[in-house]
């Protein structure tokens, strides 16, 4: 799969992240590519690692879920970084 393909995967894989888990995470359009990009390489890192899943086809049902997957990890991270930067952030004010 090329560079292409990898940002339109990451970008509709991060919009399925946050439409299963919306929330507070904040960010538009880009943030959702970068947590889609960011979460479709971790997803297919942890898909080739632990699955043995090819991520080499873009229309592959394995590559979807590890992208969304990984999309949702990433998702979950920063909605705890930005909560700790937000309550750290009211605690000097």
Do not use: H
């Amino acid at each position: 799969m090329g560079f292409i393909a990898y940002l339109v995967l990451g970008l509709i894989a991060g919009a399925i992240a946050k439409a299963i888990l919306p929330g507070k995470q904040g960010g538009g359009l880009i943030a959702t590519l970068i947590v889609g990009v960011i979460g479709a390489m971790l997803g297919g890192w942890i898909g080739g690692a632990i699955f043995g899943a090819d991520m080499n086809e873009f229309f592959s049902i394995s590559t979807w879920l590890c992208a969304v997957g990984g999309s949702l990890i990433v998702l979950v991270v920063w909605g705890f970084i930005s909560r700790k930067m937000s309550k750290s952030k009211t605690k000097a004010d």
